[in-house]
């Protein structure tokens, strides 16, 4: 059975992930109260993120900004998207 989490994105109770996503407290945090689901919806947000703003994840600024989107992500305000952003279906008109 899957271990469920009160999850505080989607708030509701939903199964949680099998994994630490980080070897931090922020890590520990996304374990304990996100499910799968939102944790996919974070993956899809956080490539938008890192093509956007041409991150280089080698680089520890750009790791640190991305782990601070996620923390606003799921615990903060949200994670804005960048100024310049177009959605994809906006963008083929």
Not at 19 to 44: C, T, Y
Not at 76 to 82: D, H, I, R, Y
Request: charged residues 25%.
């Amino acid at each position: 059975m899957a271990r469920m989490v009160q999850c505080k994105k989607l708030s509701r109770e939903l199964p949680g992930l099998n994994f630490k996503p980080f070897q931090n407290d922020l890590g520990q945090k996304i374990f304990d109260n996100v499910s799968e689901e939102a944790w996919r919806m974070w993956l899809e947000h956080a490539k938008m993120i890192i093509n956007e703003y041409r991150m280089n994840l080698a680089d520890p600024a750009s790791q640190q900004k991305l782990l601070d989107e996620c923390d606003r992500y799921f615990f903060g305000e949200g994670s804005a998207l960048p100024p310049d952003f177009v959605p994809q279906t906006q963008a083929a008109k």
